[in-house]
Structure formats: C-alpha cells, structure tokens
C-alpha cells in the first residue's frame, strides 16, 4: 500500500508504494486515515528510533479516518464508521500516514458530527495524555459527563497550557471541577482562556515572579502540578518549596517519564505519563485505564464539553502533505498542524 515510510533510524520520510497493509486482529478495525495531526513523538521517533519495534516505520499517530473493515469480535463500530483517536505508535499498522492503518475497538472513538475530520485528529494524544496525567497522576476523579462537577475552589497548575496536551489539561480540569492556572508564553495567552484557564501567568518571566503570582492566586493552597511540556521540573520543586506550609497530600505528573526527579518538596507524589506503550497487547493495564477515560472523553466531545485545538492545515491531499505538516510543527507553529491524507 501507499504511505510515508522511514527506512531506519534518522533516514529521512518518503512517500513509497511498498508499505505493508495491516493484517487485522479480532479486536481490531481497519482504517482508512482522511486527516493526521502531527506530534512532536514524530520527530522523536525518527531521529531517536524510540518506540519504534520494527523499520521501516510509518509516522502519524493521531488519525480520523473511515473504517473500511472490522475484526470478527468487533461489537460497537461498522464498517463506514468515522472514527478518530491515537492508537499507539512505532508498531506495525500503527501509522496512520498510510492508505490504511489499525485501531483498536476499546480504545477508538467514533467522531461525532459537531466535529469536522481535521478537527477530530487533532483531539487523540494530547487529550489521552491530558487524561491519563489528570485522571492517573493527580488524584482527579473523574468526572460523570451527564452531572458535571461545579467548580470548586482547587487549582491545578498546568504547566506548558499553550500546547496541545496542555490546552487538553485545562479543559479536563475544568470539567473535572478544578479552576486552572496555566504556564504560557504571550502568544498562546488567548488559546488558553479560551479553553478554560482562570489565571495565566507568562512562563518566560522571571521564576520568583511566576511563583509569587501562584502563591497569590492559589492564597497558597496548591495541591496539583502537571508538566506537559517536560522542561518545568526545577520549577516544580521551587513551586513546592514556596507552598510547603499547605497542608494535603500534593501531586506532580509530567510527560517527562525518562527522568527520575527523586523526592519532591511536600512528599509530592510524582507520576510519570506514559501513553507511549499504548495499543500494544502487553500494555494491558494502560489499555484499560485508557478505554475507561475513551467513553467519558467521548461523551465530553460529542456534547462539545472537550473542544478540538485550534489547527493549522498544511499542504494539499496526499502523503507529501504529512512530510510538510511535519517540518511546520517542527518549526515550532503555535497551533496543532494537520495534513489531508486521502480523500474521504
Ligand atoms: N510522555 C508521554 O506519554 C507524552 C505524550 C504526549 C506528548 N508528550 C510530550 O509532551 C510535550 C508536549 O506535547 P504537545 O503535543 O502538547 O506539544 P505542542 O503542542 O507543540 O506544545 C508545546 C508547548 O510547550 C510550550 N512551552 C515550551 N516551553 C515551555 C515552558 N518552559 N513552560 C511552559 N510551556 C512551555 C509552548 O507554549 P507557548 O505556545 O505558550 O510558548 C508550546 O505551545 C512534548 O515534548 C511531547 O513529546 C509526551
């Protein structure tokens, strides 16, 4: 089949005829991607070969697509199905800048007609990764998408509020009845608000004044932190050291899983995110966790309570437009890029 390949670690992207279609598990549903969004675990994999189990290698893992085929234990999807969603990464069939790709049922969702296809591929890793770092990591239970909690008076702070799994992490908190101070620079000022925050403050001032504004909007009383940009552990620990004198069990979840920050200011529970194993059979207890979270981000989308990032689409229909979307995002493009893979 016709896709974007990677021969080995650090080759450049091409688009080739010789890809190998995806041969489907009982679980499993065979997708024609339409839209990918890309991620920066993109570039990572290529440069790095992290995550990747076998080359070449196919990039793209957050797809909306139209199922052309479904495995014989399948129960909730049909084929025609549009569905969306990050299925995993650097296996066999996982890539969705291809003709086809594969999802898996219990982790899939079915996008809803108040969200376009571009839209939908911009919701999977960033709003997985938001749930699994607030819903996992900090102790949030998680919310009834039919009674909503209000709004009580804790904060999470969401360190890096600017990006994709960052904006996914204030709505989330919102919904899961949080207010929310978000950490981003003055051009994502806007995009934060408008999905939720309560306070921003501008993570490229100095670090005494950021943490003196956390401690004035919280009055001191913090008790979650999420990184979803892997740069802030220092600042965490100073943030911690600031706020000690508060009482309750305190909690940190980062994207940055590779590192070991040892103990924490406050005893503060560290949580590593790590949605990279997902999809793949031996992460069994991720899967889990991860289709839980998929019903109710699913309900919370298909009332329009979870919102798409703002996107940019990059390059015609076609394969190629994957390889540019991916040099856009590498550049450092404030909103989540989008190519038009195939036509529906
Ligand atoms: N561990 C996992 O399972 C996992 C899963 C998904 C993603 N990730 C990782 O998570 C990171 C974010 O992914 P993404 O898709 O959200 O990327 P993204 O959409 O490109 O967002 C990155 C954002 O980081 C912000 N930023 C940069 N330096 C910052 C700092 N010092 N403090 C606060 N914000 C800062 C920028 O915000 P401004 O626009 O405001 O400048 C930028 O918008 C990436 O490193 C990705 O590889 C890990």
Known sequence: MKGVKVDQINDNYQVATDLKKPILDSNQLLVKPIFGAVNPVDELMRKTGLLVTSWPWTPCCDVAGVIVEIGSEVTKFKVGDRVFGCQGVGFPGSGGAAEYCVFREDIAFKKPDNVSFAEAA???????????????????ALPDPQNLPALSDEWVLVLGGGGSVGGYAVQLSKLSGYKVIASVSARSVGAAVAQGADETIDYKTPVDEQVAKIKEITKGKLHRIIDTTSFNADFVKKVLE?????????????????????????????????????????????????????????????????????????????????????KVQSSGSAKKVVAQLQEE
């Open 242 to 326: 600031e706020i000690k004198d508060d009482a309750g069990e305190k909690y940190f979840a980062s994207v940055n899983d590779w590192e070991d920050f040892g103990p924490l200011p406050g005893d503060a529970k560290f949580y590593p995110i790590s949605l990279g194993p997902l999809g793949r059979p031996e992460a069994r207890e991720l899967n889990e966790v991860l289709s839980k979270f998929t019903t109710i981000i699913q309900a919370l989308v298909d009332a329009g309570k979870v919102t798409p990032s703002e996107y940019s689409l990059v390059g015609g229909i076609g394969f190629e437009g994957f390889i540019e979307a991916v």
């Open 122 to 140: 911009t919701i999977g890793v960033g709003c997985q990764t938001a749930a699994l770092g607030l819903w996992s990591g900090l102790n949030i």
